[in-house]
């Protein structure tokens, strides 16, 4: 079974704060990604990677960055939090690029971040 | 670009009702379809999918068939329990991956 790990379920950080996700996938996955998930607006895609060192901006990058160094570990970085990157995080990866079923995307249990 | 709409929520039945949760998708070419499940405080898990017209993806009593013509993949499950109260979003591959945006679905006793 392919498993995808989120380095802590809940986190409560303070504005200003720099912020690190982790997250780890141990299939060999070529494909990682971020989502966060508000209610009402289901998950948006923050950033995701492709190949190691690789990285292209989902539909909400502002305010996050990302490092790949590792195929395996893929890390969401909030730089200076603000209180409305309050949400949950999830990490998903996905064999490889390409279409149909090499797409299917293999979640993590999400962290729930919040900022006072 | 490829979308996927599906049925706003939420969704409240009884024990043993039966559930349709409406999916259409957009896309170019022939995208595989997926529906995804997350209970609650946890993250998404792949429920079951299609790859090509007329497919049935099954699981866990859940059903839905890929239709090209309609451009749907409705997710259906004749009598449902407790322990599917969750949010279910449905997915379209194509070229890139996208959700829809999640029906939450309680079920009472």
């Known amino acids: 079974d392919v498993k995808v790990t989120q380095s802590s379920r809940y986190l409560v950080k303070r504005t200003g704060e720099k912020v690190f996700l982790e997250c780890v996938q141990d299939m060999d996955h070529e494909n990682m990604f971020w989502y966060r998930q508000d209610p009402g607006l289901g998950l948006r895609l923050i950033y995701f990677s492709y190949d190691v060192k690789m990285k292209e901006k989902g539909d909400i990058p502002e305010g996050y960055s990302v490092s790949r160094e590792k195929k395996e570990r893929f890390s969401l970085i909030l730089e200076s939090a603000s209180t409305n990157q309050t949400s949950m995080y999830l990490c998903?990866?996905?064999?490889?690029?390409?279409?149909?079923?090499?797409?299917?995307?293999?979640f993590g249990a999400g962290t729930r971040l919040s900022v006072l | 670009g490829d979308s996927v709409t599906q049925m706003e929520g939420p969704v409240t039945l009884s024990e043993e009702a039966c559930l349709t949760i409406?999916?259409?998708?957009?896309?170019?070419?022939?995208?595989?379809l997926f529906w995804y499940v997350q209970y609650p405080g946890e993250g998404l898990q792949l429920l079951l999918k299609a790859t090509k017209a007329d497919d049935k993806g099954s699981n866990k009593g859940f059903e839905a068939t890929y239709r090209k013509e309609t451009t749907s993949f409705h997710l259906e499950k004749g009598s449902v329990q407790v322990s599917d109260s969750a949010v279910y979003f449905c997915g379209v591959a194509g070229n890139q991956f996208y959700f829809g945006t999640g029906t939450s679905l309680t079920v009472i006793p």
């Open positions: 409406n999916c259409t998708y957009t896309a170019t070419g022939y995208p595989s």
């Open positions: 998903a990866s996905s064999l490889q690029s390409g279409w149909g079923a090499k797409n299917i995307q293999y």
